[in-house]
Every structure is written in C-alpha cells, then in structure tokens.
C-alpha cells in the first residue's frame, strides 16, 4: 500500500507541474464545449445525486437555463440516468462529436441514455427553457461508468455581482440536500486544494460543511448565510468535502435547500462516498445506555446535571421511542418547571446534532414555550441551545462542533425545561406542562 500510495504522490506531483494539466485543472475561464479536463483514473463505478432530487434548474423565472457536468468513461458501456427529468434536453458529446442528442421526458421516473465504446473524457448537458414553479424543475443525475462528476463553472459569470472575490468554481445553481424521502441529508464532494485555497457555500442556511482528509474529519465549518456567501480557508492537499442539512430549511414550498458550493482553484468533484452518521434515541438500549429522566425542576436551569432525577418507566420510554405523536406528558408541582432530562453515553464524536420534538406550555399563556439546553462539563453548567415561545409541537435544535466540552465519560447530558413555574394566584392555578414526543442525538465522528 505505501509503495502504491508514493507511486500515486509522485505521479500527481509530475501532473501539477505541468502546464497542460495547471491550464485544464485551474483554467480561469467559464465551462466551454470541447474543454479537456483531467480526471484521476481510478476504478469504475458510479456516481449519483444521494438523493431521488439533488438539483433544480431554471428557478426564479430564468429561461434556456443549462446545467454542465463532465466526466471521464471508465468503462466501455456508459449510462446516464436523469430521474422525473418532465422534458429536461440531454445532450452528451466528447471533443469530436455529441453522442446523445435527446429528452427526459419522464415524470416520478428514470430516463436512460446509453452509448458504448466509451473511452475519455464527455459532457453532459442538461437544459431547462422554462420553469412555471420558483424552485425549478428537480431532477436526479446518476452515471454508471464513472466514479466522479466535475463541475467547473465560474459563479462570478452565472450571477455576476454575487460571487466572492476574484473567481470561485463550482455547482451549477442549484444544488439540493433536505429532509424527507425524495432529498438527502448530505452530499459529497472531493477537492485539490493548492496553497491558499478556499471554499465557499452559497445561501448555506445553516448548512455544516465537513473537511476529510482520507477518512479523518480535519475541520467543520457552518454556513450559516441566507443568500448570502460563506467563505471558508482550507489547507492544501486532497479533500473529501461533505455538504451536510443540519436544520431541514426549505428555500421554497416545494422542499429542499438549496446552494452553491465553489472553490478558488477550479477543482470539485461530486463523488459517490458515505456519510457515517450514528443515531441515539429510545427506539432501543433504553435504559441501557441512554436514559431519560422526568417531572420537575425548581430552577431553571438548575446549576447541576442529575435533575430531574426520575427515570423513565418503560412504558413511558414506549412514548418517546418514535416520531409518531404519542408523548410523554409531565404538569409541574407549584414552584416547579416541568422538565425532562436525556442522558446518552456516546463513543467518539467530532459533531452532535440534537433534536427534540415536543411541547412546552403553561396555564397563564403568557408563559409558552420550551427550552432547548446541554450540559457544558468544562463549565459546569447548561447551555441553551434553542427555545420556543409557542404552545404547538415544535422542534428544537442544536448543534455542537467542539463536543469535547459536553462530554464526560461519554455521557451527554441534555434538558428541556418548558418557560415557567406552576403558580397559584388567588383563586386560580396555573400549571407548568412538558410533553416530550421524540428526541434524537446525531453523531458524526
């Protein structure tokens, strides 16, 4: 393997130092038809959209709008597939001639355009010349044959003004991610940084981005900008790029968020690697390692970690196991806020994400609402990662990218407390409520 890997270093180190591959690899110039561009040989395979839709084309009223992907033949026979395409124009073609000149006309499904005798490098070009829905037209790519698509589009050219400084390549507008059954959650990309290299996220909104070395996580960046660009320094060397949905916001009432991702050399690659993400709630291991805990509190947050101290019974574990509205129901004590308390001991973790689903209400409506908190062991005391004014089910989030700090013996510690103590005034009393639905702790290590 090491004798392998210093033949791939010195191969690739021949390969930047010439002039040819610098003026393909970092040319300084918008996608032209019949450019070359280098692409590593490696073994074949496929590549694809981790989701049934990873892009939108012509949305927001552009007209003859064109997507452009390249790709290198690996095998013999080539496929490519383009999902729900409702009459998108597929045109593929190599330096020499178009080989595919067609439609995808289909709805909800597949279209397929094969050829054989593949060998070097094509392009793919997908045109849209209208759109009557803001969000565009969706669509789902997928090529057998190869294992990576290049985008190189200059995004000072396809929206002149709103491109960072001086020229960033990349996706074309726009990519996908989202929750639910037709989007994925992350996509994946790879990079060749040179020295002073970066990487921006266009209209992130809250997008995580995640820089790998090989399998290692190196840095994570949150691209947090709405219609707006997020820039992000990286070292040089070779990178494994995940784009990563922390919050599930949609750009538009047909689902999905969308973005640009960019780079300032000219070299991204969507890649067809695994995201590895582990998720702790109640389904199982109940009691084992992960408890809850329930009723009350008499201050919130209380300045220690072991309160509410109640476990769960099983039947109560039973209510918050899934996301299907079946809750756990506490009504505080007077001088109480109803509160429940979730512990989960994890292995390692370089990123946590935590969700709760639920409600937080009070008798004097003033006083609705929930907070979203985790422990801080380095501090010894709660954060607050999020809170709701509101009396209806709701999600609260947070997201951690320094975990060392909220780990102690692998335990994570998180509370939820709804807005205000059970009191009594005159004649009447006002009840504190908490009713827990479903809770959830993402890890990604």
């Not at 209806?392 to 780990?407: A, D, F, K, Q, R």
Request: aromatic share 18%.
């Amino acid at each position: 393997m090491k004798k392998k890997l210093l033949f791939f270093a010195l191969f690739l180190s021949i390969l930047l130092s010439c002039t040819i591959f610098q003026n393909l690899i970092f040319a300084n110039q918008f996608v032209k038809k019949k450019t070359s561009y280098f692409f590593n040989v490696v073994e074949a395979g496929y590549v694809r959209f981790k989701g049934l839709f990873g892009a939108s084309i012509a949305r927001e009223g552009k007209i003859n709008e064109t997507h452009i992907y390249h790709f290198q033949a690996l095998n013999n026979e080539i496929s490519v597939a383009i999902y729900d395409g409702d009459g998108l124009e597929v045109k593929i073609y190599n330096d020499t001639q178009i080989i595919i000149n067609s439609f995808a006309n289909s709805a909800d499904n597949w279209d397929y355009f094969n050829f054989s005798n593949a060998h070097g490098n094509y392009t793919l070009e997908i045109k849209e010349d209208s759109w009557s829905y803001l969000g565009g037209n969706y669509y789902g790519l997928k090529i057998d044959g190869t294992n990576r698509i290049f985008m190189n589009v200059n995004q000072s050219i396809l929206y002149p003004g709103y491109s960072p400084a001086p020229n960033y390549y990349g996706t074309n507008d726009a990519m996908i991610v989202g929750r639910g059954t037709i989007f994925s959650r992350y996509e994946t990309y790879e990079i060749f940084a040179n020295n002073n290299s970066s990487i921006a996220i266009y209209d992130g909104d809250g997008l995580a981005v995640l820089i790998y070395d090989g399998n290692a996580l190196k840095q994570i960046f949150l691209a947090n900008s709405n219609n707006a660009w997020n820039t992000f320094n990286i070292p040089p060397g070779q990178h494994k790029v995940i784009v990563y949905d922390l919050y599930g916001i949609n750009d538009y009432s047909t689902g999905g968020n969308f973005y640009r991702l960019a780079t300032s050399n000219a070299s991204l690659w969507l890649i067809n690697e695994s995201l590895a993400i582990k998720t702790y709630d109640f389904s199982n291991n109940a009691s084992i390692d992960r408890y809850a805990y329930r009723y009350q509190i008499y201050s919130a947050p209380p300045s220690s970690n072991d309160i509410p101290s109640i476990e769960f019974s099983p039947s109560q574990y039973q209510n918050i196991s899934y996301d299907d509205g079946i809750e756990q129901i506490e009504r505080a004590s007077l001088g109480y806020y109803a509160s429940h308390r979730f512990v989960f001991n994890i292995e390692n973790a370089s990123l946590l994400h935590i969700t709760w689903k639920g409600r937080g209400w009070h008798d004097f409506w003033l006083w609705n609402g929930a907070i979203l908190y985790i422990w801080n062991y380095s501090s010894g005391s709660y954060e607050l990662l999020d809170y709701t004014t509101g009396s209806s089910i709701t999600i609260l989030e947070g997201v951690i990218t320094n975990p060392s700090n909220y780990i102690q013996n692998g335990n994570i510690t998180i509370l939820v407390v709804q807005n205000g103590y059970s009191f009594r005034w005159w004649l009447w009393t006002f009840h504190s409520y908490i009713a827990t639905d479903y809770i959830k702790l993402e890890v990604i290590d």
